[in-house]
């Protein structure tokens, strides 16, 4: 899953790689295809994936197809399954997009599967429609939260935050030593958005059932005090002095560079940054840590995660027997092994059965405590309401440029997301 799909965006379109397949599979033990998305990380690890499959039996005979990202990869899923000329595996968002596939519809019941049981709890909603599971985790998960320099914390003495307070200070001690406290990245707009979309594990710390309120429009960022923070805390940081100079021009790779180097002591951010800086900068990778955007309660402390795509089955599936052998060999200890040489996760896996590689990061292991303690993550909301506005980002643009204040760009958000849910005809708005 690309970082513009983890944030409800549009993902600018990877460049197509070619890969010879069937658009749908053939019949007994001939071709069955693969589809994905065509990052070229994604390309490598299904390619990995199927070569291994393929050695592993001789009854089936997988290969891989690519479809674009963002919006137009979403239309061509929905088009492909509306006509029944969708390959009998493919992966695709879990979620609230998964929903709008008409799972129940368009997809095979993979209940009575034997890796649903080890599937963690987080998930299963995921990819539930009905009380039926209709997918299977693709990868690891990944997280919204704070990258960090670990050298500058060590210098300093700095323990990590968990409360914002705490991590305020932390930005405080950072500066008066000469370290940027904070990075903030606005000329790749998608990035304004972490500070409120990962600081939804403190608002259902607070409120367990705003996803559920929310979606029926009880309601809102604005009404709520504790979904207001993320706003009130992208006004705070930006107004601060202890922010980049050029936070408003920065970009994204410019931002991950400033973190990694030093010159900047935070940054809030998706964990995938973390594989990006490692795969260009692999001597600098362990100089970095990442933990949870702090609330106002310490005992409540937790993250919050964005879920790994799913892999389906078509209720149409020519060949759903190898369809549901290659998916059982994805979600095995051997078949996460070899994804993950090819694409190294991001965050711990959805089955509780196997473990992050050794070799992951220690930023990617910072995650896994998260994971291991009960209550201390929470699905993005995203994963639990159908309903993200789409224009989020140009109004915390707005909030941190200093044009709106906090309350003003909670209540425009709340405006936005009325006119989504409106379209998909939700009772109560």
């Not at 405590?369 to 109004?395: Q, W």
Request: glycine share 10%; aromatic share 10%; hydrophobic share 40%.
């Amino acid at each position: 899953m690309n970082r513009r799909s983890f944030l409800g965006a549009s993902a600018a379109a990877a460049s197509v790689i070619a890969i010879t397949g069937c658009s749908r599979g053939g019949g007994g033990g001939g071709g069955v295809t693969f589809l994905i998305d065509n990052d070229p990380s994604a390309v490598a690890g299904a390619e990995a994936l199927t070569e291994a499959f393929n050695s592993s039996q001789e009854e089936y005979t997988f290969s891989v197809d690519t479809r674009p990202g963002g919006t137009e990869g979403d239309n061509l899923v929905k088009t492909r399954l509306s006509t029944q000329d969708m390959p009998d595996v493919f992966v695709y968002n879990s979620g609230s997009l998964f929903q709008a596939i008409r799972p129940t519809q368009n997809l095979t019941d993979l209940s009575d599967q034997p890796w649903v049981s080890r599937l963690q709890e987080s998930f299963v909603p995921a990819v539930s429609a009905e009380d039926k599971v209709y997918g299977a985790p693709y990868g690891g998960a990944s997280a919204g939260g704070i990258m960090y320099h670990r050298p500058t914390y060590e210098k300093l003495g700095l323990e990590i935050p968990r409360t914002w307070d705490d991590f305020i200070a932390n930005c405080q001690a950072a500066h008066a030593e000469g370290v940027t406290g904070i990075i903030q990245s606005f000329g790749d707009t998608w990035t304004s958005q972490l500070l409120v979309l990962g600081d939804f594990h403190n608002v259902a710390a607070n409120n367990p059932d705003f996803a559920e309120q929310y979606t029926a429009h009880q309601i809102g960022f604005a009404t709520d005090p504790n979904a207001l923070r993320g706003f009130e805390h992208t006004a705070e940081v930006c107004s601060s002095d202890f922010i980049n100079e050029d936070y408003v021009s920065a970009t994204y790779q410019q931002a991950i560079g400033y973190v990694a180097a030093g010159e900047g002591a935070h940054y809030p951010i998706l964990s995938s940054a973390v594989a990006e800086i490692a795969a260009s900068t692999p001597d600098l990778v362990e100089d970095l840590g990442f933990f949870a955007i702090p609330g106002e309660d310490a005992a409540k402390n937790g993250l919050t995660i964005w879920l790994p795509s799913g892999m389906y089955v078509p209720a149409f599936a020519e060949n759903p027997d190898a369809a549901l052998a290659f998916i059982e060999f994805v979600t095995s200890q051997e078949g996460l092994d070899i994804l993950a040489a090819e694409a190294p996760p991001t965050g711990p896996y959805m089955v509780t059965d196997v473990d992050l590689p050794a070799e992951v990061p220690t930023a990617t292991k910072d995650l896994q405590v998260y994971f291991d303690t009960e209550g201390a993550t929470t699905p993005a909301l995203e994963f639990l309401s159908p309903i993200k506005g789409p224009n989020l980002e140009n109004i915390l643009i707005e909030l941190g440029t200093g044009s709106i204040d906090a309350k003003t760009a909670a209540q425009n958000y709340d405006k936005d997301v009325e006119k989504q849910a409106q379209q998909l005809g939700l009772e109560g708005w």
